[in-house]
């Protein structure tokens, strides 16, 4: 494999993409740590380090902004907004006719799909910019722990609308750009932008959570939390790679003088089709109920409001896992139902001449497709409600109730191994364009 990077930096085209690639992250990077205007990096520093990065609902996206948003940098939003912008198009390419005829129009109606995506990001941007700087304003942002540390100092000679509206535009502004060098990195890199541009923020934070946990447990736990990690990327490469392969025959057609078709394919399914979206829908939800609680009294909880903490908050309860495990499995069934149609693929192939041997084409294709699916669908989804849910044992083990951000399990797993195998491959089929080996011999 070092053979082959080696190799990647001698091809010329292929250095020029690697290394254009590597001063995107970079520039990301700085912009993840640049504070915005008006935001007071010292006070934000000493209010991370007396919450030991325990914020309750802002975890996750703390984890997919590599530690930008508790610092409210320019890049503090991330690459969240055109995710979330991501997933509701393709949500609404199912309900709205328009939508779906502009998916079938190929590449000019992706292109417009696309511009609407980054339109609905910047939308997502102001909105989400505005709720954090008013938790940051009230204190919220840290669960009102650190109120003698004032992120947003007041009394600086300017009035704090123009701050607070400055800042505002700032975090809206960086997410564009965070969107454009994503798209930069598609266009002109290695691999998809965006996927790059979370892979970088997640493995960002693995050295500081890692050092973290050695100081607080002893280098015997940290030792075997390594081990185990290993152990979790292995059965997850391998599930990754994982695919049910559906063979395809195309009859032979005379067109003119030529003759075409006569070949065989395949159609692969892979065993984990969804993806990780499933998993973000089930942190999503499971995150309303924390919220919820931020508009109760906390000096007076009632019966309702400690069973919900008790039971909905606390990732070790039993409920909560539960809850989180069918959630996943639920997820998985519906993001699948929505993502491949099997009368779509089956019409398709019916319309080259394409067909499934032993199986007649159109509907009892469709129908062969939909029972392949729903077979592989079910080992699918137990695979990511398992891997989700190991940070919750992680919890258990280590006793300490701020790795709620862990980042060697679940979601960050998933990203980093789904999107480290994307990349490779990617690089190694430039190689093999060029007579090289690749990376597997």
Not at 116 to 125: H, V, W
């Amino acid at each position: 494999m070092l053979s082959a990077f080696l190799s990647a930096f001698r091809t010329p085209d292929l250095r020029k993409k690697l290394l254009f690639t590597i001063g995107i992250i970079a520039i990301y990077r700085l912009g993840a740590a640049l504070p915005s205007p008006g935001v007071s990096y010292t006070n934000v520093q000493k209010c991370i380090d007396a919450t030991q990065g325990s914020t309750g609902v802002l975890n996750l996206l703390n984890l997919f902004s590599g530690g930008a948003l508790l610092q409210l940098s320019v890049f503090a939003l991330g690459i969240m907004p055109y995710i979330t912008a991501s997933i509701i198009l393709q949500l609404l390419t199912v309900v709205i006719p328009r939508l779906e005829q502009l998916r079938k129009e190929g590449q000019a109606g992706q292109a417009k799909i696309t511009q609407y995506t980054r339109y609905l990001t910047l939308g997502l941007g102001v909105l989400q910019a505005s709720a954090f700087v008013a938790l940051a304003r009230s204190g919220q942002l840290f669960n009102n722990q650190c109120d003698q540390f004032p992120i947003i100092p007041e009394g600086t000679g300017i009035p704090d609308w123009l701050t607070l509206s400055i800042l505002v535009m700032t975090m809206t502004a960086g997410t564009g750009v965070v969107m454009w060098l994503g798209e930069l990195i598609t266009d002109r890199g290695v691999g998809n932008g965006m996927s790059v541009l979370i892979f970088t923020s997640i493995a960002a934070r693995l050295p500081a959570e890692g050092w973290t946990i050695k100081e607080s447990q002893g280098w015997a736990k940290f030792l075997l939390v390594i081990a185990l990690v290993l152990l979790i990327i292995t059965a997850v490469t391998f599930i990754e790679q994982s695919q049910r392969r559906i063979p395809v025959q195309y009859a032979k057609r005379m067109i003119g003088r030529r003759m075409y078709g006569g070949t065989s394919t395949y159609i692969p399914l892979k065993v984990n089709q969804a993806g990780v979206i499933p998993v973000i829908f089930g942190s999503s939800l499971l995150y309303l109920p924390q919220l919820a609680l931020q508009f109760f009294d906390q000096t007076d909880p009632g019966r309702t409001q400690v069973w919900i903490r008790d039971n909905l908050v606390d990732p070790t309860s039993p409920i909560y896992i539960v809850v989180y495990f069918l959630l996943i499995i639920f997820f998985t069934y519906f993001y699948v139902s929505i993502t491949f149609n099997p009368t779509e693929v089956a019409d398709n192939m019916k319309k080259y001449g394409g067909f499934v041997p032993g199986i007649r084409p159109g509907k009892p294709t469709a129908d062969y497709l939909d029972f392949i699916l729903s077979r592989i669908t079910l080992p699918g989804a137990l695979y990511l409600a398992v891997v989700s849910i190991l940070p919750n044992f992680f919890f258990i083990w280590l006793d300490r109730q701020q790795y709620l951000n862990f980042p060697f399990g679940g979601t960050a797993v998933l990203i980093m191994v789904g999107v480290g195998l994307e990349t490779t491959k990617q690089i190694e089929s430039q190689l093999m364009q060029r007579n090289y080996e690749g990376f597997l011999r």
